[in-house]
């Protein structure tokens, strides 16, 4: 049991730390520490303070909004205070129903009344803005500060795309409006792809930013608005400040979702997502729903925040110490941890890249358990000082692997004793010792080994035998690793010597499954040459290219034999795809690869040159929607391709045909509504075989 000297101990301690993060935070733009972090040491301290209510002094930092102006801008004194919101602590989307029972609790709803609406909308993870109009002027921008004095920013935030610097007609007044100021990421990582360049040509004072919102809450706190140009912004607007009163001829606002469409029809953005809810069940839907589409944003969310629709109902249920009782943030798993780097590997990939991986203590971050995070290359590992021991920031958004973004700083300030040596790459492979080699210009090293390489080996396997290669099927991770090691397998032919005793020899192989393989690997030999092309892994020649170089050529002799130049005449192959291929081509252990693929009977069409083959249906586009009958939507995607055709991912105007099969969705609509011709896959083999009549 914590005793209460202990307790008041414990939460000098927290408030302490919190009061310096808060400042690194909301002042600096500089934080040390994860928001997950930092969210763990404020509830503690809550905690304690509900525990031992005497702890809880007017000047505790959970009584507090976060900032404070910083010195150097101009102040501004908020005319409605900008308030924060309590945060649901239950991540799970139970946390919506809490807080629908605490609401009807409050406003001594019953069992059997209806049930409350709400406005449920995504919590943008930025900077909080207040816009003030006058006479539909944007005059003035402030950050929200303490709450009660913010920053004048507006040089700043005039600079920002989709905040609008004047209102039509209708607009009152006075209009103070509220929202987030946040970056894409997209934007972002250009961002940081520049601020790369820029530190690497030496340019003094740049750095990179840990994550979106860093960098948005940095730009616009420049006192230099020529830095905030630089950076991209955006905004969305979630409610508002000061407005002319309706008694004065100002607009009457009664909900929230009402509030919301105005300001979208003043010109302010609203996110899509926004959506009114009807009880507790409602809320944890939309819970549910944003959080499978958080991913798939073009920006970032850390949460949604639901807010008591009816404005009267609002002013029914007021405030608790400066938080609204009738909003609530419902958060999603961070993003962000700490952890500690046990240690650092080395893993080798396909084309022989060399890459620095952190070994984890295990983690949760962005809904699932990290042990590995990429350090992306030597200079990168060097930069972040990233070492054995220390505790790092890791980071994982949307599908991108997980990444080390830095060392916590009272991690790297140890004594150069106690932490682990200075990252160096190694210049052997760490896996077949061939010589590892950082080629002028570039920042990553490759091992030289080629498929004497047992991992570029493996890798190379793998994606010969891909879905969009030569789509092997079930010869997947496992099952290679087992043949490479097993020395079963060296060069890629020796796939098709594989006979089913090899397999069903292997440990865990069952005699169906290796029959299966067998299958797989004769079904395999016939194929195209844009598939055989393509999985033959050579650097830099994707599928797009492959698939230019076979439209091109016609042949595979034709490729191989083809000069610089006359591969520079593919389009879309410039000079690094055309060394690329002429490199590959010249090592005559490559040549061998591919002749003796033929011998094991690895076979396709080949073709005239491009300008002879029929293309009936160039200049038409096909937009693929559903499942087809009996094609799988990459063969029919090539089928088309052959014979000329474009195929789209989305529907528009310029779409001709829309190829629909079962449980086609909105792109069958979209067809329908704009009169784009839809067609079934019958038909589509029709036009294929007979052209367009
Ligand atoms: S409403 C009185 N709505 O989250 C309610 N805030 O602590 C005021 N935020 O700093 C805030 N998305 O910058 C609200 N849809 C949203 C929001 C949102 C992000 C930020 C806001 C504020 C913090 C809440």
């Known amino acids: 049991m914590t005793t209460r000297q202990d307790a008041a101990r414990e939460a000098a301690a927290l408030s302490e730390q919190l009061r310096r993060h808060a400042h690194l935070y909301y002042v600096l733009d500089e934080p040390e520490l994860p928001d997950a972090e930092y969210d763990r040491l404020f509830q503690r301290l809550q905690a304690l303070e509900a525990e031992f209510p005497e702890l809880r002094t007017p000047d505790s930092p959970t009584q507090r909004v976060g900032g404070k102006a910083l010195d150097g801008f101009v102040k501004v004194q908020h005319k409605v205070p900008m308030l924060s919101i309590r945060t649901e602590t239950d991540i799970s989307a139970e946390g919506a129903t809490l807080f629908d029972a605490r609401i009807r609790k409050e406003l001594g709803l019953g069992e059997t009344d209806p049930p409350v609406a709400y406005t449920a909308e995504l919590k943008f993870d930025g900077l909080a803005i207040n816009l003030r109009y006058v006479d539909g002027l944007l005059v003035q921008a402030a950050t929200r500060g303490d709450g009660e004095v913010g920053e004048d920013v507006t040089h700043n935030v005039r600079l920002v795309r989709d905040v609008p610097v004047q209102l039509p007609g209708d607009a009152?007044?006075?209009?103070?409006?509220?929202?987030?100021?946040?970056?894409?990421?997209?934007?972002?990582?250009?961002?940081?792809?520049?601020?790369?360049?820029?530190?690497?040509?030496?340019?003094?004072?740049?750095?990179?930013?840990?994550?979106?919102?860093?960098?948005?809450?940095?730009?616009?706190?420049?006192?230099?608005?020529?830095?905030?140009?630089?950076?991209?912004?955006?905004?969305?607007?979630?409610?508002?400040?000061?407005?002319?009163?309706?008694?004065?001829?100002?607009?009457?606002?009664?909900?929230?979702?009402?509030?919301?469409?105005?300001?979208?029809?003043?010109?302010?953005?609203?996110?899509?997502?926004?959506?009114?809810?009807?009880?507790?069940?409602?809320?944890?839907?939309?819970?549910?729903?944003?959080?499978?589409?958080?991913?798939?944003?073009?920006?970032?969310?850390?949460?949604?925040?639901?807010?008591?629709?009816?404005?009267?109902?609002?002013?029914?249920?007021g405030f608790v110490s400066r938080e609204p009782r009738w909003a609530v943030a419902h958060k999603y798993p961070a993003q962000e941890q700490l952890t500690e780097v046990l240690a650092i590997e080395v893993q080798v990939g396909r084309t022989g890249k060399l890459t620095p991986v952190a070994k984890l203590a295990p983690v949760f971050v962005g809904g699932v358990t990290v042990t590995n995070a990429t350090l992306h290359n030597e200079d990168e590992t060097r930069r972040k000082d990233v070492r054995v021991g220390d505790t790092v920031i890791v980071r994982r958004a949307g599908d991108v692997i997980p990444e080390v973004v830095g060392v916590l700083p009272e991690s790297a300030a140890r004594p150069e004793a106690e932490r682990g040596p200075v990252f160096t790459m190694p210049h052997q492979c760490p896996v077949c010792g061939s010589d590892a080699l950082r080629e002028e210009g570039e920042v990553d090293y490759r091992c030289t080994g080629g498929l004497f390489c047992a991992a570029q080996r493996k890798e190379a396997i793998l994606h010969f035998a891909a879905r969009r290669a030569l789509d092997i099927e079930g010869l997947g991770d496992k099952l290679v690793e087992q043949l490479v090691d097993a020395d079963l397998i060296r060069t890629l032919p020796d796939l098709y010597k594989l006979g089913f005793t090899t397999l069903a020899g292997l440990d865990r192989m069952a005699d169906k499954s290796a029959n299966n393989i067998v299958d797989a690997l004769e079904a395999s030999k016939k194929t195209t040459l844009p598939r055989f092309l393509f999985g033959l892994g050579i650097r830099h020649v994707g599928e797009s290219t492959a698939k230019d170089l076979a439209k091109h050529f016609g042949k595979l002799d034709a490729i191989m034999d083809a000069s610089e130049e006359q591969l520079l005449e593919v389009n879309d192959v410039g000079p690094v795809v055309a060394t690329s291929l002429r490199t590959f081509f010249d090592q005559p252990h490559n040549r061998e690869v591919v002749e003796q693929l033929r011998a094991c009977g690895v076979h396709w069409a080949e073709s005239e040159p491009a300008a002879r083959a029929p293309r009936p249906l160039a200049g038409k586009t096909f937009v693929i929607t559903g499942t087809l009958p009996t094609l799988g939507r990459d063969e029919a995607k090539e089928k088309l391709e052959e014979a000329g055709a474009k195929v789209a991912g989305s529907v528009s105007k310029k779409t001709d045909y829309v190829v629909a099969g079962a449980e086609a969705g909105s792109k069958l609509d979209k067809a329908r509504d704009l009169g784009v011709a839809v067609i079934d896959e019958a038909r589509m083999l029709e036009i294929l075989a007979q052209g367009l009549s």
Not at 243 to 255: C, K, L, M, N, Y
Request: net charge positive.
């Open 172 to 317: 009152p007044p006075i209009l103070e409006v509220r929202g987030e100021v946040y970056m894409r990421r997209k934007d972002f990582e250009q961002l940081n792809e520049t601020q790369r360049r820029r530190i690497e040509k030496g340019v003094k004072g740049e750095k990179t930013f840990v994550n979106p919102r860093n960098a948005a809450a940095g730009a616009i706190r420049q006192l230099d608005p020529s830095i905030a140009r630089r950076r991209p912004l955006s905004f969305f607007t979630y409610g508002l400040g000061e407005v002319t009163p309706a008694e004065q001829g100002g607009p009457r606002f009664d909900s929230q979702m009402q509030t919301l469409q105005t300001l979208k029809s003043w010109g302010f953005p609203v996110a899509e997502q926004t959506r009114t809810c009807a009880g507790g069940d409602e809320l944890a839907r939309f819970h549910r729903e944003v959080g499978a589409l958080r991913d798939a944003l073009p920006y970032e969310i850390d949460g949604v925040v639901y807010k008591v629709d009816s404005l009267e109902l609002q002013r029914r249920l």
